[in-house]
């Protein structure tokens, strides 16, 4: 599991699939990094994604392009889990450090948009691939 964290986490861009209750899935372009063992991203708290984990915490993750398009390397599967504050505030750090002055700027400027109330970090649990 610890090479597709690795994988994955090294990437500029992943896109985080959802499923719907009708098992439609739903692609979502984000930053990701690692926090331990787990993947980690952050989003707004009143967007789909955030709903959809909060329903069914099944989700995929793959490699892709600043829109989500060029998807590329192994699809990985995993349960994705909603952070509270202080796991948020985690998640935060970790982006602003694997993104350098980008990822700073970006979470300097979340937080004068409302910051933790507005926002809130995710943690995806990566499967074990399968031999």
Do not use: N
Request: a positive charge.
């Amino acid at each position: 599991m610890s090479s597709e964290l690795e994988r994955l986490s090294a990437e500029k861009y992943v896109v985080l699939t959802t499923f719907r209750r009708d098992g439609r899935a739903v692609p979502s372009p984000v930053w990701a990094a690692r926090d331990g063992e787990e993947l980690v991203v952050w989003s707004e708290r009143d967007t789909g994604k955030v709903k959809r984990i909060r329903a069914g915490g099944r989700v995929e993750v793959q490699a892709c392009d600043v829109r989500g398009k060029k998807t590329h390397g192994a699809k990985a599967t995993g349960t994705a889990r909603l952070l509270d504050d202080e796991g948020s505030e985690r998640v935060r750090r970790a982006i602003a450090r694997g993104y350098g002055v980008v990822g700073q700027v970006t979470m300097f400027f979340s937080r004068l948009r409302g910051g933790p109330q507005r926002t809130i970090g995710i943690a995806i649990a990566l499967d074990e691939p399968e031999a």
